[in-house]
């Protein structure tokens, strides 16, 4: 990561009031590791912003791999094999799936005008709770069936 960018989500970080471990993180991090921060924190990054939208476009649109999904259309991809996917700005559906190897139930973050539709594509009994963090104005609809359940938390709040 340059010097200049670093400096920038530094600064970002500090008016956001960021922790002092955290920003010794941030100051020694590469890329990927302030990728791997932010999808370890999206609920402390989302609540307050940080990194601001143009940011996240500018220098994290090619993020994908990490779960962190900016401006994308989605046509019904399947979302189960990391612990946390953030989207901003996104558009379509997308559908969850438990990681039953693994263990894994995914968490979902929406922030910055996402207008997407949520569905599972297993019959699991029991159903899996997968839960859904809203931040900001964001459409969502979530498809409920017999394999899921959506424990919806916007702006921090159960819904």
């Given at each position: 990561m340059d010097k200049e960018l670093r400096e920038r989500l530094m600064a970002d970080a500090r008016r956001c009031g960021i922790c002092a471990d955290g920003l010794g993180r941030l100051r020694v991090c590469d890329r990927e590791?302030?990728?791997r921060y932010y999808t370890e924190n999206p609920d402390w990054c989302m609540e307050r912003g940080f990194p601001g939208i143009e940011l996240l476009r500018s220098e994290f649109?090619?993020?994908?791999?990490?779960?962190?999904?900016?401006?994308r259309t989605f046509d019904g991809e399947v979302m189960g094999e990391k612990q946390?996917?953030?989207?901003?700005?996104c558009k379509g559906r997308i559908?969850?799936?438990m990681d039953y190897e693994r263990a894994v139930i995914p968490m979902l973050y929406f922030?910055?005008?996402?207008e997407m539709e949520?569905?599972?594509v297993q019959a699991n009994a029991p159903a899996i709770a997968v839960p859904v963090y809203s931040f900001g104005?964001?459409?969502l609809t979530l498809r409920r069936s017999a394999g899921v359940?959506?424990?919806?938390?916007?702006?921090g709040m159960l819904q």
């Open positions: 590791g302030l990728l649109s090619d993020c994908e791999d990490s779960g962190v999904f900016v401006g946390a996917y953030v989207f901003h700005e559908r969850v799936a922030g910055n005008g996402c949520v569905e599972c104005e964001n459409e359940r959506f424990v919806h938390y916007e702006g």
